[in-house]
């Protein structure tokens, strides 16, 4: 079946601008992750959403981020008034349930802030 | 919070030979420790996991040990071949969280033909 996918896969834009990444997590998988990696460095936790439920926003490191999820769909993660230290790759990843335990990671997307 | 450690940052071993990576984690409360490898340009995989009920799983040529009392797992992978080049990441679930992980820094394993 279809993995998780995300779009763009390479971002390209100015310091200040608003770019909005998206995330299509595998059918039926309620639970989705947002996280960051800056280059050579490991997987850093952003976001956490799972059903209907609140959504565990403790990794946003500044109010510039935001993501929202519609039930069990889509993802899209907003970063505002972009700097280049948000330049990295964002990968977005699914699991069946909250207590299931293997992610399934998108092949992520490359931002670059110039 | 959960704080992981890795080492080493970069290994390169010859074709057949063993490669192990080590990790360590601050937090009594985790029980859960998967490894992840990236290819280059691509997605991180699962490769094996382990709770902390156990001390050593294996699975194939990779196998995982866990030393609970000293808060460390450690990744085995025996005859190693091209195509395990790879970072590889270890992870360990923050406060005994079913759904929080925070990950190591990763190992860049090079295996030389």
């Known amino acids: 079946g279809a993995g998780v996918s995300q779009s763009p896969s390479n971002k390209v834009t100015e310091k200040g601008k608003d770019v909005e990444l998206r995330c299509d997590p595998i059918?039926?998988?309620?639970?989705l992750y947002w996280y960051r990696q800056r280059l050579g460095q490991g997987l850093e936790f952003l976001i956490y959403?799972?059903?209907?439920?609140?959504?565990?926003k403790s990794g946003l490191p500044s109010d510039r981020f935001s993501a929202e999820r519609t039930g069990e769909s889509v993802s899209t993660l907003t970063i505002q008034r972009t700097q280049q230290e948000d330049s990295a790759v964002y990968l977005c990843?699914?699991?069946?349930?909250?207590?299931?335990?293997?992610?399934?990671f998108g092949p992520g997307t490359r931002l670059l802030v110039l | 919070g959960e704080n992981v450690e890795q080492h080493p940052s970069t290994l390169s071993v010859q074709e057949g030979d063993s490669a192990v990576i080590k990790c360590t984690y601050s937090?009594?409360?985790?029980?859960?420790f998967p490894w992840y490898k990236q290819e280059l340009g691509k997605r991180p995989q699962l490769i094996i996991d382990?709770?902390?009920?156990?001390g050593e799983k294996k699975d194939q040529r990779i196998a995982v040990t866990l030393n609970k009392t000293a808060k460390h797992f450690s990744l085995h992978i025996t005859e190693t071949q091209p195509e395990d080049s790879a970072v590889y990441f270890c992870?360990?679930?923050?406060?005994?969280?079913?759904?929080?992980?925070?990950f190591g820094k990763g190992t860049l394993l090079t295996v030389n033909p």
């Open positions: 992870a360990a679930n923050s406060g005994g969280s079913n759904y929080k992980l925070t």
């Open positions: 937090d009594s409360a985790s029980n859960y």
């Open positions: 382990i709770r902390s009920n156990v």
């Open positions: 059918s039926g998988h309620t639970a």
């Open positions: 990843a699914s699991k069946r349930t909250s207590g299931a335990e293997t992610q399934y």
């Open positions: 959403f799972q059903g209907n439920s609140a959504p565990d």
